[in-house]
């Protein structure tokens, strides 16, 4: 029987890095987790075990850690970039990096900034994915876990019924979701930080200001809204489960329920996912291409 | 063989209520997971499955619904008041109700406040906890998942040395962990937002204070605090997970690592849980009993 | 302000240890997961910051995988003893140890058991807690994470109804639950491994053969099942999460539903805890007190 | 500024069935969770909100139960399948189905098969995706969370090393993993239960009897083992994470650990993820396609 290997891609995935810098007695804090992917010549790793070609995973997690170390780590964008670089060498033909920073603020004691405690901010968690292959750079900037609800200005009518269709229509909903979102930067020396506030600031005002006639317009808003004030980014990409808030019948209980009391529902959800492409952008390459593969 | 009924209770578990309230073209936004276990005369049902003293907790269910709409929630630890006195009925002699708030802000647009658009602000939760038995009510407030780190003016050192033991002393480490609190009243006719915000600030600037020598004494400094500026509290619990940070040995590389470059891990911890109590606090009673009961 | 030191505890959690035995070419494979919690003199710690009483939880660490080492494990229940024991000495004055092993069975090639490669068997857990103070022991024995199922042969009916009650009495539902139970031993020379075998078979077969009319009399009939077979069990506590399984309704399809298709929900859910004593039984001392202890 | 809508899908995900057949008094269980992903021509709803074609996903969740009822379940994959071509329709042109069934036992007691009461054996899943588009079918079978584990049998060695590498050799540790595969179909027209089970069982085989000089190589030797067993498969994928075990250090203590006492660490982990294909396989069109899109 013939075979051939297939697409293939190993790495060490989320090293936990937490960075302080001491400006004196003053501290700051980054904390990041970093995935590695790498491909390239692995035919033989696969086929023989010749492990000639393979840099340990152990290796790549130490990179991370000493990378941290040798120079202020940047955005998490230009970490990324700098630690897929650096891979790429010889049999190592494609990196694939990933960051996921969590944010944490300085605690306040009596009113002023403590100089060296710290309180995570939320769980809301900025991404960024850098790809380097062939001399030629990728970056993906992201957010996950940004959970947003609009309390009414949300409806769902009009839609295709079959048979099977039990669905009422509503002209006044709550709309919740938790925003997953990449967005492909078509530059990559630019102002990391900016770019990320103004674009995560784009998607979280349109999502609040658009009228919502579905989960699915909403989602081309937010990803029109990044491509609107962000000339560097040419696709945005966004993942938006639609968590059901379900209006309680009261009326057992001689109450109404003007979509006030909702339950608030774990499993199934709708998942509505999308993306938004600049006319003439330069093509992806390898830039979405999964992680994990499966 | 002679056997009898041990402790038992029993309830609904995790219901999750959002709540809209209206004032005009305002909204405002609540979110509450509200878990009930009731206790009492329960004999019947466990021996021969004679339901007639049970309450179903499809009722309970109902029930926490019916009572957001019936009235204004108020707090957390006044919602949870409430309901539990509503279930002490007949039969049913102990009733413990939980609510667990996670908190939401208005999302900004253009730099307004929207009116109906709303961001989950954190992970971090508001709980509260009302046992009422024979007239008498216990509340504790609390909070649940805030993550904490400092990133100097924690020591460890001068512990007990057994042959097992290899931890090198320090003078200088990180010292993170994710509080969980909870804190009894001994009055229940108070403010209880206000009582919330100053007993939680009063937590966290005593963690940020407290040069640590160990994370028992940073605990207790925690539950020293709050008692020290609230006098209806009386009693203080902890748990804190010591989240270890291990110093990453960079020397392989030629590189120094003067507490700059951390592993944070995730198992095992360390698990420091202690409580503070004012002297001449009445009973606890029921107050502390396990939720769940294994 | 006068205040004093209340409960507390603390220890290392979450040890995950496995262990590998070679018998010749043979092998075989134990994965326990350790959690300590020591407790005693250890009032100057959380008052000063003073750790002279203190066995730093890196060194339970240590002791756990050293423990594996010098002796054969042999059954959770012993090896939780045999550490809690270890502890109490000097200032410590009381040990828990609690273990979680997770099954492996031997993957078989051609048919023939494998000598040394093993799969997952099952993600039920079985558990054993061990606490030892002032030269007494107290064991308890447990398992979680056993789902299990009744697609009839359960009813649920004669219940209280109130004005917020709309369940309608069934006599045929589906029954499923996750269950976590603990049992206490009165005597710690016996075979643990065949008194869990027959006290955790009790559990399944009580489930099984009671026709339930409640969860609470399956519960008391389970706890009952172990108390019959197993003389050295003195008490038997159950938490059992009602897993609803809802009816869907398939009339507007033009499809009857005889209990044949159903909607497994995940919150809010039923819990159902209790527990069944022998009389007699002797006091459970520490061996209940929770851990953690918010 | 231009832009275009790129490539979306939208479904219900999650959907948890639970069927129970009666065969007079001996019932059998079945319990799926469903997700569905449709996409097709969907421009209006993203551009304008009017949504015409849009199938809701309430809908297509009670579609999932409804067919339930209809007809057998038969095998995941032919539910998918079924459920996949009843939703390209009219403006959908593509439907992702997947299905992911847990498996269920029966109890037994006193030796005999209880008629209806069943414990979940494993939290092993089986997975199938079927996949229609234009009158053409693909079909992916799998499986996730397999567990396994070999304490010998494997290798480190011969690996690449830079300036960041301090990896020792090794060539005996322990090697283990949870196995995530999906492997494509030819054929849609075979018994797809011999087929699911006989792939599982050359995966199950593979990993056991091949010695490992690195997890690539097991991967790999997976993944062919399938190709040689099953004609209709023509394409294997594996993500495979390697669950580092590391040797604790007793030397302290001074004892030996030959491969006999390990610490099972969580994070970070390797993640080993490749392919084989069969050489002439008909064209894979949209069945590897990310779900979710992020």
Known sequence: ???????????????????????????????????????????????????????????????????A??????????????????????????????????????????????PH????????????????????DWVLSGLANLVVLKSTGSEFSGFERDRYTTLAETHDRVLATAVAARWRHVRIDGDWDESYAEARRALIEAFASTHSLSLQQTLHAMGTAVLDVRPEVVEVRL??????????????????????????DDRPYGLIEGSVEREGAPPAGPAWDPYPLL
Chains 1, 2, 3, 4 share one sequence.
């Open 117 to 136: 405690a710290f309180m995570q901010a939320s769980h809301e968690q900025r991404t960024a994915v850098a790809v380097s292959e062939a001399g030629v």
């Open 69 to 114: 170390r040798e120079a202020p780590i940047g955005a998490p964008e230009a970490f990324a970039l700098r630690l897929a670089r650096h891979f790429v060498t010889g049999p190592i033909r494609r990196a694939r990096v990933e960051v996921c920073e969590v944010p944490w603020a300085r605690i306040a004691v009596d009113g002023d900034p403590h």
């Open 239 to 264: 993942s938006l489960p639609n968590k059901h808030h379900f209006v309680v019948d009261l009326s057992p209980f001689g109450l109404s329920n003007e979509n006030e009391v909702f339950h608030a």
């Open 1 to 67: 029987m013939a075979t051939r290997l297939g697409p293939n891609q190993y790495g060490k995935a989320e090293t936990h890095l937490v960075r302080v810098y001491r400006d004196g007695d003053v501290h700051s804090l980054r904390d990041l987790t970093v995935s590695v992917a790498l491909a390239g010549d692995l035919d033989e790793v696969h086929l023989s075990g010749d492990n000639t070609n393979v840099l340990p995973t152990d290796t790549q997690k130490n990179t991370v850690y000493a990378f």
